[in-house]
């Protein structure tokens, strides 16, 4: 039965949707992603996109990667599907700076939230978006508009499913300073949650160990934003990640908490979707933690990739080898960390994954890289 629906699904969505072939791309995505129901979720994804301006032509931009098969892997990794988002002031058109550890080398550098969107999780934030009142949209419809907040846009508003079980999911409407993003109330407590994403997390996935966030980076704006809670209220800031949590991430964690008194409860969320949460009090994070259901595997796509330049990376762990860079190692003092429950992710790979290798094959003019992805063992003196 369930074969037979999802053939009528393929049928629906090609026939209905057009031919052209980006729409058969993003049929080909619905299809894998929701089988027999692809259709009534891409109906729901066109008509909130027509109703939402983005700053690129959502149908240009939209492109699939294949990888080729090599042996012991016949069918290659999966295909990947994303858009490009031109101008947001990240990826490898812009070249890395002379010196490999100045802090501005996080910006040469591409991968999914950086210059490259996923369609599913753009979907389920235009349908967040639209549960809110008008002049709760207001400043989320500007942001999703815009080059540069597009992806970080897209991250605040997939935020509001984090606490389904919530009362009243409110999106703060900003005055004339900003304000904090979300107003999650139970009926004994009230979250008044900041959202933020890190892109410049990446080098803890590619760098590990080596690389160290500079201080304040996670809660500096947060501590402004969020202000001082009332009786009944927890502060939270809620940030999207790229890499695990590791032991130097928990001290670091740490040390951001300790000097950001008004910040009661840091949820890290990886952009996979598990969630931990950390605090220095053990009952502010349990009043959040247990608020947040078990999660599902990935619920978008099977993994997401962040294009490593590798020579830049071995440039970098010489360089730090070089100047004696070693992140200092720091106690992680009456931290609490509370993981929530959840299946693993599918896949979650940096790329391009050992063996595979690329090369930049063009470079389209809105910056956009096009690569050549060349399956393993073809030279055997590689």
Not at 168 to 176: F, I, M, N
Not at 260 to 289: H, M, P, T
Not at 337 to 361: A, D, G, K, V, W
């Amino acid at each position: 039965m369930v074969f037979y629906g999802q053939i009528a699904a393929y049928v629906l969505c090609m026939s209905v949707f057009g031919s052209g072939d980006s729409e058969q791309l993003l049929s080909a995505l619905f299809l894998r992603r929701y089988g027999s129901r692809a259709w009534e979720f891409l109906e729901r994804f066109l008509g909130a996109l027509s109703r939402t301006e983005l700053p690129f032509d959502f149908f240009e931009q939209l492109r699939r990667r294949e990888y080729p098969a090599y042996p012991g892997y016949e069918d290659g990794m999966p295909t990947i599907y994303y858009y490009f988002v031109p101008n947001t002031t990240w990826g490898s058109a812009s070249p890395p700076p002379p010196d490999p550890l100045d802090k501005a080398f996080v910006y040469s550098m591409d991968g999914f939230g950086l210059n490259f969107g996923c369609p599913l999780r753009l979907a389920r934030a235009i349908e967040v978006l639209e549960q809110l009142s008008p002049e709760e949209q207001r400043n989320s419809r500007h942001a999703l508009a815009s080059s540069t907040k597009h992806l970080p846009s897209i991250e605040e508003l997939l935020w509001f499913d984090v606490w389904p079980t919530a009362s009243a999911r409110q999106r703060v409407v900003e005055g004339t300073t900003k304000t904090f993003d979300w107003s999650m109330s139970f009926h004994d407590i009230t979250f008044r949650v900041e959202c933020k994403f890190r892109p410049s997390d990446w080098p803890r996935l590619i760098d590990g160990p080596a690389y160290s966030p500079i201080p304040g980076s996670l809660t500096k704006k947060a501590r402004q934003q969020l202000g001082i809670a009332r009786e009944g209220e927890i502060n939270v800031l809620a940030v999207t990640g790229i890499a695990e949590v590791t032991d130097p991430f928990r001290s670091f964690c740490s040390e951001e908490l300790r000097h950001a008194g008004n910040i009661d409860v840091l949820v890290y969320q990886r952009f996979v979707g598990q969630i931990s949460v950390f605090s220095l009090c053990a009952k502010a994070a349990a009043e959040v933690a247990e608020r947040i259901p078990a999660q599902p595997a990935q619920p978008f796509q099977e993994f997401y990739f962040f294009v490593t330049n590798r020579q830049q990376a071995a440039l970098r762990s010489a360089r730090r080898r070089g100047v004696g860079s070693t992140p200092e190692k720091t106690e992680v003092a009456n931290l609490t960390e509370l993981t929530i429950s959840s299946l693993p992710p599918r896949r979650y790979l940096q790329e391009p994954p050992l063996p595979y290798r690329y090369e930049l094959s063009r470079r389209l003019p809105s910056g956009e890289p096009i690569f050549e992805y060349v399956p393993p063992y073809l030279n055997p003196d590689e």
